[in-house]
């Protein structure tokens, strides 16, 4: 799914990740966890091709799908292709991601007809499949609310039904549960490791949060001094040492 090789990152000059290799497989959660400023949020930003203009991917290649996303100093037109469709993202500002001035029905339907031939009436008809899948109790009342009627934790969830409606296979999610509280974070996560396996989606999480990881994760890495350390399972163990 996605294979990052030998990935160097650096920032004004300054290194921020180097030599980084990881593989993300359909089905797989993958966490990466680390202090705040250690470069993980760089990593997804790098493979969503958001460094900004002060960062700059100074070696390595990113793939996703077996197709080319960066290589030899350069994105290549496969990212756009991509991007928001098989490859979506999430922050940790789950308003961020909505329109203030157009209803969540409103915004999943235009994502749907960008990406496929469908009609307003087959797309609210997915739309609100996928929000009852997310284990909305009302789901058309979601489907009519503007992002600000809605929680935190329902927003989230709402961003996660966004990358599906889009049919994404990639999920990049930087800090997905740090706004939440401790009832939203265990209902998120559930019902993302839910997706994960119903629908064969590859994830790719970056978190401060050992007991996050911990719960949601098949695999972990620790970035320590800028390299990934590889933790399989056990993220307790590589933050202990």
């Known amino acids: 799914m996605l294979e990052v090789k030998n990935l160097t990152i650096e920032y004004e000059n300054t290194t921020i990740v180097r030599?980084?290799?990881?593989?993300?497989?359909?089905?797989?959660?993958?966490?990466?966890?680390?202090?705040?400023?250690c470069g993980k949020s760089t990593i997804l930003n790098a493979i969503s091709g958001m460094l900004g203009k002060n960062g700059r991917i100074t070696g390595g290649t990113i793939?996703?799908?077996?197709?080319?996303?960066?290589?030899?100093?350069?994105?290549?037109?496969?990212l756009k292709k991509v991007l928001g469709k098989e490859l979506a993202t999430i922050s940790q500002h789950p308003d961020s991601s909505f329109d203030p001035l157009f209803t969540i029905?409103?915004?999943?339907?235009?994502?749907?007809?960008?990406?496929?031939?469908?009609?307003?009436?087959?797309?609210?008809?997915?739309?609100?499949?996928?929000?009852?899948?997310?284990?909305?109790?009302?789901?058309?009342?979601?489907?009519n609310s503007y992002p600000h009627e809605l929680s935190g934790g329902m927003c989230q969830r709402v961003a996660v039904a966004m990358?599906?409606?889009?049919?994404?296979?990639l999920l990049l999610a930087d800090e997905p549960t740090s706004a939440l509280d401790?009832?939203?974070?265990?209902?998120?996560?559930?019902?993302?490791q839910e997706i994960v396996q119903n629908d064969n989606l590859a994830v790719l999480l970056v978190t401060h949060n050992m007991a996050v990881a911990g719960a949601l994760a098949d695999r972990t890495g620790y970035i320590r001094n800028g390299k990934l350390e590889e933790?399989?399972?056990?993220?307790?163990?590589?933050?202990?040492?």
Do not use: C
């Not at 933790?231 to 040492?241: K, L, M, R, W, Y």
């Open 19 to 37: 030599d980084i290799s990881l593989t993300v497989e359909s089905g797989e959660i993958y966490s990466i966890i680390g202090k705040s400023g």
């Open 63 to 78: 793939s996703l799908l077996g197709n080319t996303i960066f290589e030899n100093g350069r994105y290549t037109p496969y």
């Open 105 to 143: 029905g409103n915004q999943m339907t235009e994502v749907m007809r960008v990406s496929e031939r469908i009609s307003k009436k087959d797309a609210r008809t997915k739309g609100l499949n996928i929000l009852s899948r997310l284990h909305f109790s009302d789901p058309e009342r979601v489907w």
């Open 163 to 169: 990358a599906l409606s889009n049919k994404a296979t």
């Open 182 to 192: 401790v009832t939203s974070q265990a209902e998120f996560i559930k019902q993302l």
């Open 231 to 241: 933790a399989g399972g056990n993220v307790f163990a590589v933050t202990a040492s």
